[in-house]
């Protein structure tokens, strides 16, 4: 299908989370575009021109005019490509949660016709689209795969937070079913790509590409997380240590850290699933895992020690996202920080401007303000997320959120100089 052909189809994105929604958007400044997600909440606050995740200022609802918010299937008629921007998280024995995935596949099923594509930019593990999903849509549809209806595979890039890397301006992988179809979800991608396509052989090929970006990154840092507390116990600097061998041409330096969110801390048991499946178990990308899950523990132990001496032991976390300068709250290990502190007895107040205080309640059954008046003792201030709002001259700014002028500051990204905190990773 030729790019001016391309520009003719209608669109339909299913899911309007951190990666759909921007996605949608984009696409509807060229393609009559439907977005469509379950929840009724989202879809109106969108019909009313507002991003519930604080991710798009609402002068971008107004400049785009093809575009329909919707929770109703019906709408999911007349559609010539659909688009799946699902979660797809893992459970709690840190297995692959494939419902929603399999529950959007089940949806658009009904809904495909001859010729219809169906893209997945959902993070899966190599061969997931082609023996999970396209089984899915042959029974809902009764259509046959690659004879009527074909599929793409497209991983997502969106960073939450990031207004420089926005999704027109990071390149795209793409790939498909068949050559034909390949080549259509290239030029499809191409139309609103202004950094570029990468076409893959293969949708495998496209699914383990985007699996092993994240795996890459999540490896890396567990390494300067095991670095941190080798170098803690050797009372020497982590943040000087890596400056120091950052002075070789190819040294590649990254920082150590809490690591959350929905893609890094999970994406590596997608491909450790597939390996297992296949008889063979993952030494080095299940060790990082461990190393970067056990860090709350850890910060936890540092922070308890430190402060064993003060009689009321009250703690404040600054931030409770799972990266600065967002509100996504999702597999945030703050959340499980704050639940080790509470182990050890310790009262725990959260602060972060950026999140809805009625999610975290809902969510987590935690109590977070989004600002601290300074009226309490604290023991220690945590800065666990480098919101901009928190990021100040001087870390003594910080610590007069205490009554307590012995407070311990611990902060945990190092944003201060050395000097400035009483522990940093």
């Known amino acids: 299908m030729s790019p001016s052909d391309i520009l003719s189809k209608k669109l339909c994105i299913v899911g309007l989370g951190y990666v759909g929604l921007p996605l949608a958007m984009e696409f509807s400044k060229k393609y009559q575009t439907v977005g469509f997600d379950i929840d009724e909440k ?24 093809k575009i329909t918010f919707t929770s109703n299937p019906d709408l999911l008629t007349s559609n010539d490509i659909f688009i799946v921007t699902v979660p797809t998280p893992v459970d709690s024995n840190k297995k692959p949660d494939l419902t929603p995935l399999i529950s959007a596949s089940r949806l658009i099923g009904k809904y495909i016709t001859n010729e219809s594509i169906v893209i997945y930019e959902s993070t899966v593990y190599p061969g997931a689209t082609e023996e999970i999903c396209v089984p899915v849509l042959e029974n809902e549809s009764g259509l046959k795969y690659n004879i009527d209806f074909f599929c793409g595979y497209s991983p997502e890039r969106i ?15 793409t790939s498909g079913s068949n050559n034909e179809t390949a080549l259509t979800v290239d030029n499809l991608y191409s139309s609103i790509i202004s950094a570029g396509t990468h076409l893959a ?14 795996t890459q990154r999540d490896l890396n840092i567990a390494l300067m997380n095991e670095l941190s507390i080798i170098f803690n116990k050797i009372d020497i600097d982590t ?12 040294f590649v330096k990254f920082s150590p850290g809490l690591v959350g969110g929905h893609c890094i801390g999970v994406d590596p048991y997608y491909l450790t699933h597939k390996a297992q499946e296949l008889n063979y178990h993952p030494e080095v990308i299940l060790s990082g895992r461990k190393i970067n899950d056990s860090m709350p523990q850890y910060i936890a132990n540092q922070v308890t020690k430190s402060i064993s001496h003060f009689v009321k032991k009250n703690v404040l976390i600054l931030g409770i996202t799972f990266k600065e300068n967002c509100a996504d709250i999702r ?8 639940y080790a502190l509470k182990d050890f007895q310790i009262n725990v107040d959260v602060v972060d401007p950026n999140v809805s205080t009625k999610s975290i309640e809902e969510l987590y059954g935690l109590s977070c303000m989004n600002s601290a008046n300074g009226s309490k003792p604290y023991s220690a201030i945590i800065l666990a997320v480098p919101h901009a709002e928190f990021i100040l001259s001087s870390s003594s700014q910080l610590k007069e959120l205490s009554t307590d002028p012995d407070v311990k500051f611990f902060d945990l990204k190092g944003v201060y100089p050395k000097d400035q905190s009483d522990f940093r990773l």
Do not use: C, Y
């Open 331 to 338: 597999n945030s290990k703050v959340i499980d920080l704050i």
């Open 201 to 214: 052989s293969s949708i495998k090929v496209a699914e383990a590409a985007k699996v092993i970006e994240n």
């Open 239 to 250: 943040n000087e240590v890596l400056e120091a061998a950052n002075t070789k041409w190819n």
């Open 159 to 173: 960073n939450p937070g990031d207004k420089k890397h926005t999704i027109a301006s990071i390149i795209k992988v």
């Open 42 to 65: 989202k879809i109106s606050d969108l019909n009313d021109g507002f991003d519930p995740m604080g991710e798009l200022p609402r002068s971008a609802f107004s400049d785009s005019k």
